[in-house]
């Protein structure tokens, strides 16, 4: 779990349709998606094929969908502040709409800097969502920017903390989106993806205007990982501050399935596949029970296969999370 993966930087520039995003308070610092080894899909796979691995034969973007995002989309990549504490995000929407669209928070997997979103995760998951008529905007979460042994992490504010602090990255989102004249902050929805789902449910908790979540093989109940094995807790006690002092409290704040009635009554969608080999199937099974309980509007789509990753159902889940933030961020305008 400790793997890493380097997020790509690209250099400072604007969209020609981009909003300046150096006129908001919070952000200090800028960069267009598309641009460098990004400019072009040649200069990508250019790029990429100085890496012996890489298979264009099994590359999953054409130029046909790079143009037609490039062409369509803004996106680009920032820097803000949060307690004083520099954090990477990224904002993707339709480059020529008028008027303010309904904003989508997406909160990425993983941990520390593994699972940042690159730009063929924006490809893959982000952008398609953004063309079809909404704001995405996401934080990578708090890192020092150092690739760091296990024994040398330390939860001290600095560094993501698996539900802690990193929360804050998320919600300091909102002031931006407010300042974002193309994104309407009275709908807003957070989609997330495995630790992600744990991810949107503290946000959500925290900001109870939130008027839509969607999770995707989504953690719900952090408390099962507490004897999972012995990587898993070194990893959580790494994570999480003062961890073997106040495990059970710690743990349960991260678990949605403990609180669902703080939750706010904005329908919940969650998608999940039964042979899920990263996170148990049983998590959304009992997030859908414990959201039953509290009385909140939910929906809950199942996959007998598939996997953590649900890649063979990409299309699918896709047109499940389109048509559930229409629903529920669209149709519905206050």
Same mark, same amino acid.
């Given at each position: 779990?400790?793997?890493?993966?380097?997020?790509?930087?690209?250099?400072?520039?604007?969209?020609?349709?981009?909003?300046?995003?150096?006129?908001?308070?919070?952000?200090?610092?800028?960069?267009?998606?598309?641009?460098?080894?990004?400019?072009? @899909?040649?200069?990508?796979?250019?790029?990429?094929?100085?890496?012996?691995?890489?298979?264009?034969?099994?590359?999953?973007? +054409?130029?046909?969908?790079?143009?037609?995002?490039?062409?369509?989309?803004?996106?680009?990549?920032?820097?803000?502040?949060?307690?004083?504490?520099?954090?990477?995000?990224?904002?993707?929407?339709?480059?020529?709409?008028?008027?303010? $669209? *309904?904003?989508?928070?997406?909160?990425?997997?993983?941990?520390?800097? @593994?699972?940042?979103?690159?730009?063929?995760?924006?490809?893959?998951? $982000?952008?398609?969502?953004?063309?079809?008529?909404?704001?995405?905007?996401?934080?990578?979460?708090?890192?020092?920017?150092?690739?760091?042994?296990?024994?040398?992490?330390?939860?001290? %504010? +600095?560094?993501?903390?698996?539900? %802690?602090?990193?929360? !804050?990255?998320?919600?300091?989102?909102? *002031?931006?989106?407010? !300042?974002?004249?193309?994104?309407?902050?009275?709908?807003?929805?957070?989609?997330?993806?495995?630790?992600?789902?744990? !991810?949107?449910?503290?946000?959500?908790?925290?900001?109870?205007?939130?008027?839509?979540?969607?999770?995707?093989?989504?953690?719900?109940?952090?408390?099962?990982?507490?004897?999972?094995?012995?990587?898993?807790?070194?990893?959580?006690?790494?994570?999480? *501050?003062? @961890?073997?002092?106040?495990?059970?409290?710690?743990?349960?704040?991260?678990?949605?399935?403990?609180?669902?009635?703080?939750?706010?009554?904005?329908? +919940?969608?969650?998608?999940?596949?039964?042979?899920?080999?990263?996170?148990?199937?049983?998590?959304?099974?009992?997030?859908?029970?414990?959201?039953?309980?509290?009385?909140? *509007?939910?929906?809950?789509?199942?996959?007998?296969? %598939?996997?953590?990753?649900?890649?063979?159902?990409?299309?699918?889940?896709?047109?499940?999370?389109?048509?559930?933030?229409?629903?529920?961020? +669209?149709?519905?305008?206050?």
């Amino acid at each position: 779990m400790w793997n890493i993966l380097i997020g790509i930087l690209v250099v400072l520039s604007f969209n020609a349709h981009s909003e300046k995003l150096d006129k908001i308070t919070e952000i200090t610092a800028s960069s267009d998606c598309f641009r460098g080894s990004f400019a072009t @899909y040649d200069k990508w796979i250019s790029m990429l094929s100085k890496s012996p691995s890489f298979s264009k034969e099994r590359f999953p973007f +054409t130029k046909t969908q790079f143009d037609h995002f490039n062409a369509r989309l803004a996106c680009q990549t920032f820097i803000y502040e949060v307690d004083g504490v520099a954090v990477d995000g990224y904002v993707i929407y339709p480059s020529e709409s008028e008027g303010s $669209l *309904p904003t989508i928070i997406y909160n990425r997997g993983g941990n520390t800097n @593994y699972g940042r979103v690159i730009f063929g995760k924006m490809m893959f998951d $982000l952008m398609p969502l953004a063309d079809k008529g909404f704001v995405v905007i996401g934080s990578q979460y708090r890192w020092s920017g150092k690739d760091k042994k296990a024994e040398e992490f330390i939860a001290d %504010g +600095t560094e993501d903390q698996f539900g %802690g602090v990193d929360v !804050q990255d998320v919600l300091a989102l909102i *002031p931006i989106i407010k !300042q974002l004249k193309i994104a309407d902050s009275e709908r807003i929805g957070v989609y997330g993806a495995s630790r992600g789902g744990m !991810q949107s449910f503290l946000v959500a908790k925290a900001h109870q205007d939130i008027k839509a979540i969607a999770v995707v093989s989504g953690i719900s109940d952090v408390t099962t990982f507490k004897n999972r094995n012995e990587d898993t807790a070194f990893l959580l006690s790494k994570l999480i *501050p003062d @961890y073997y002092n106040n495990v059970d409290e710690a743990l349960k704040y991260r678990s949605a399935v403990q609180w669902a009635d703080s939750l706010p009554d904005a329908p +919940t969608l969650l998608i999940h596949a039964k042979d899920d080999e990263r996170v148990a199937f049983s998590q959304s099974v009992n997030m859908a029970a414990a959201l039953e309980k509290a009385g909140k *509007p939910y929906k809950f789509i199942k996959y007998e296969t %598939g996997g953590h990753d649900l890649s063979s159902h990409h299309e699918e889940v896709l047109d499940e999370i389109v048509s559930w933030f229409k629903s529920n961020l +669209t149709e519905h305008k206050m």
